[in-house]
């Protein structure tokens, strides 16, 4: 049985979120966390040191959404609160 695209697509997101979180923690000590994934949009929160962080905004454009568009360059990422 085939698995949906939708499904497939999310998967994937998810894991590219997790290693992204990962390397953020690592060397910065934030969080990204997938939240969810509907009609190209992916939510996702970020957390830890990336709290109150005057450089949140280049961390969210540039890191994730960045790196979330090289892979699924129709994806719109967005930050929930």
């Not at 695209?5 to 934030?30: D, F, N, P």
Request: with cysteine; hydrophobic share 40%.
């Amino acid at each position: 049985m085939a698995i949906p695209e939708a499904v497939r697509q999310e998967t994937q997101l998810r894991h590219l979120i997790e290693k992204l979180s990962a390397y953020i923690e690592q060397y910065h000590g934030g969080t990204v966390d997938f939240v969810s994934f509907r009609e190209n949009t992916l939510e996702v929160k970020l957390g830890g040191a990336c709290l109150n962080c005057p450089l949140l905004p280049a961390t969210l454009h540039g890191w994730v959404a960045g790196t979330v568009h090289q892979f699924f360059p129709d994806v719109n990422v967005v930050e929930i609160k």
